[in-house]
């Protein structure tokens, strides 16, 4: 999934996550790829909350 529009609530990020987890006979991995601009402040602060919540999810984030 690439996430196209910038959120930083964690609910919204949840239930984005919970959509790609549901099953499919075609589906084995699930990747999220999630894009910021390092040097916008806003984009940012939103990347950082969106950070800790996949960790909270469980994720591996890999940067």
């Given at each position: 999934?690439?996430?196209?529009?910038?959120?930083?609530?964690?609910?919204?990020?949840?239930?984005?996550?919970?959509?790609?987890?549901?099953?499919?006979?075609?589906?084995?991995?699930?990747?999220?790829?999630?894009?910021?601009?390092?040097?916008?402040?806003?984009?940012?602060r939103m990347w950082d909350k969106r950070l800790r919540g996949y960790?909270?999810?469980?994720?591996?984030?890999?940067?």
């Open positions: 999934m690439f996430l196209a529009l910038p959120i930083s609530w964690k609910g919204t990020l949840q239930q984005y996550a919970g959509r790609l987890h549901r099953e499919h006979s075609h589906k084995s991995d699930v990747h999220i790829y999630d894009y910021y601009e390092h040097d916008h402040s806003q984009l940012a960790k909270a999810m469980g994720y591996v984030v890999s940067q």
